[in-house]
């Protein structure tokens, strides 16, 4: 029986475009190089990968991120350039998917376990999650963020810390994200894990 649902966020509750912010960069002057494409494919040891998990893991800032970026563009580009680039992922949040976590509440605890940045959660709190006078925490028991947590999925410790601060029993508890990586490390410690694929509908799976 399933009494927990544990969220990922983009590309299961937010739409995302990342390859809109790779064209985005480049349009700024950021070379195949510096990126670390090899092949017209996004290297998985790349540098620009490397740095977006620092950044998601909090151990970068906002500022030093903008500024590393803002280093490998054209001479003249902004920090502010470059944060309104990387803000081109979150496409949209859309209303009715709010509303099935808000359903699954009723009867569930419903938790967000995302690797997320400081400029996208912040942007889409103001944009999508604070709109109608609501806020985040009406729709999550507990918020689980890589930025405030120090690390990320797929690591085992990020699903281990939410099990010790919630008190969820991981074969009772379903698991919802893009990837399959972070899926099967959930799985091992004996989550039910569900592939929110792109075009696969959880709502219809779990809402109705």
């Known amino acids: 029986m399933i009494k927990n649902f544990i969220f990922d966020f983009g590309g299961v509750i937010l739409d995302i475009d990342m390859p809109k912010v790779f064209r985005g960069f480049a349009a700024l002057g950021v070379g195949a190089e510096a990126m670390g494409i090899a092949t017209g494919a996004l290297a998985a040891n790349s540098p620009i990968l490397q740095l977006f998990s620092q950044y998601q893991c909090g151990t970068i800032s906002t500022d030093e991120f903008c500024s590393i970026i803002a280093s490998k563009c054209r001479p003249g580009t902004t920090k502010e350039q470059v944060a ?114 792109p075009g696969v509908d959880w709502i219809k799976e779990f809402v109705g």
């Open 84 to 197: 309104e680039t990387w803000l081109t992922v979150c496409v949209d949040l859309p209303q009715h998917r709010l509303d099935a976590i808000q359903e699954l509440r009723k009867n569930h605890k419903v938790y967000l376990l995302s690797n997320i940045n400081d400029l996208h959660w912040d942007y889409c709190c103001e944009k999508w999650f604070n709109r109608g006078g609501h806020n985040c925490e009406e729709y999550f028991d507990k918020l689980f963020l890589s930025q405030r947590m120090g690390m990320e999925k797929p690591n085992p410790e990020i699903f281990k810390q939410v099990i010790a601060a919630t008190g969820i029993v991981p074969e009772e508890t379903m698991f919802l994200d893009d990837t399959l990586e972070n899926l099967e490390s959930a799985a091992k410690l004996g989550f039910q894990t569900f592939h929110a694929a």
